[in-house]
């Protein structure tokens, strides 16, 4: 069982950043994706930006030139730096982890509780 924990929501004022962080932990042999996600009320969950163990990375297009995403693959932990945020990245941000587990060599597919940003004025 892999489990993550988030860290880094808040309030911001649009034009602010903030830094979303995001730790996983259990029996992981290795993690082959790290990313973020985000889900509006009323919306699907979407894809932030991704980060793959080749060191690339997907953005949204909403977000390209605004968010960066980092890994710490010793320590199995992502970051999401936001920055220039909008009222439209108001959201629950969730962090996504797939990998293997060190045990049974079985893949994993696992979620963080979810952290709320909310940009307004």
């Known amino acids: 069982q892999v489990q993550l924990v988030e860290s880094g929501g808040g309030s911001v004022q649009p034009g602010g950043s903030l830094r979303l962080s995001c730790a996983a932990s259990?029996?992981?042999?290795?993690?082959?994706?790290m990313g973020w996600y985000r889900q509006a009320p009323g919306n699907e969950r979407e894809l932030v930006a991704v980060?793959?163990?080749?060191?690339?990375?997907n953005y949204a297009d909403s977000v390209k030139g605004r968010f960066t995403i980092s890994r710490d693959n010793a320590k199995n932990t992502a970051s999401l730096q936001m920055n220039d945020l909008k009222p439209e990245d108001t959201a629950v941000y969730y962090c996504?982890?797939?990998?293997?587990?060190?045990?049974?060599?079985?893949?994993?597919?696992?979620w963080g509780q979810g952290t709320q940003v909310t940009v307004s004025s």
């Open positions: 996504n982890a797939r990998g293997v587990h060190f045990v049974g060599a079985r893949p994993f597919d696992s």
């Open positions: 259990g029996s992981i042999f290795s993690i082959n994706a």
């Open positions: 980060s793959f163990s080749g060191g690339r990375t």
